[in-house]
């Protein structure tokens, strides 16, 4: 969408929940640390690493482990209100700036078999919380308060300012470098 040319590597990590862990730290440890593993084999480049979590009356909503407990977690979200923490962090030359963008989500009120027809799709299976707002996830969303790119997992205006702090500026047909202060 910006623009930019960019390749996607995966970072094996330990996603594993610290105990105590609130869940925009969480979010935040795992975006860290991603851009560290990444990082360590590409020092010169920009490199994003990203972590979203979905948070229910402080019951954090991971990724399904199958269609029923896709159907189970969507009901739970059903015509209730949650929080979307999503982190994002950048790394370059052993430098790590990161931050979390946390965006409260209202899912509209819907029956049993519109999350069936949902979780029929496919899409959910792969999507913390059951569901992907960018996609047909969008039908069970009434509203959203905040950064709506972060509900999709990686929050733009964030990602440029952290950017931006690593001495680049985005210029609408890519990356520039700039003096930082």
Request: proline share 6%; charged share 25%; net charge negative.
């Amino acid at each position: 969408m910006l623009g930019l040319e960019f390749d996607v590597l995966p970072a094996d990590i330990d996603e594993t929940y610290l105990n105590g862990e609130p869940a925009p730290a969480h979010a935040e440890r795992l975006a860290r640390e991603k851009a560290l593993a990444v990082a360590k084999d590409q020092p010169d480049s920009l490199v994003i690493g990203s972590d979203t979590v979905v948070v229910l009356d402080r019951e954090v909503l991971g990724k399904p482990r199958d269609r029923e407990h896709a159907i189970e977690m969507l009901m739970k979200l059903e015509g209730r209100a949650h929080r979307v923490e999503t982190g994002v962090a950048v790394a370059r030359n052993g430098a790590l700036l990161s931050g979390v963008e946390s965006v409260k989500v209202y899912f509209r009120p819907f029956d049993r078999r519109l999350a069936e027809l949902y979780v029929n799709t496919g899409e959910p299976m792969d999507k913390a919380g059951a569901y992907g707002i960018q996609g047909h996830g969008s039908a069970l969303v009434e509203r959203i308060d905040g950064d709506y790119y972060a509900v999709m997992g990686l929050p733009v205006a964030q990602l440029l300012s952290l950017i931006n702090a690593h001495g680049f500026q985005y210029t609408f047909t890519g990356l520039e470098p700039v003096d930082v202060p």
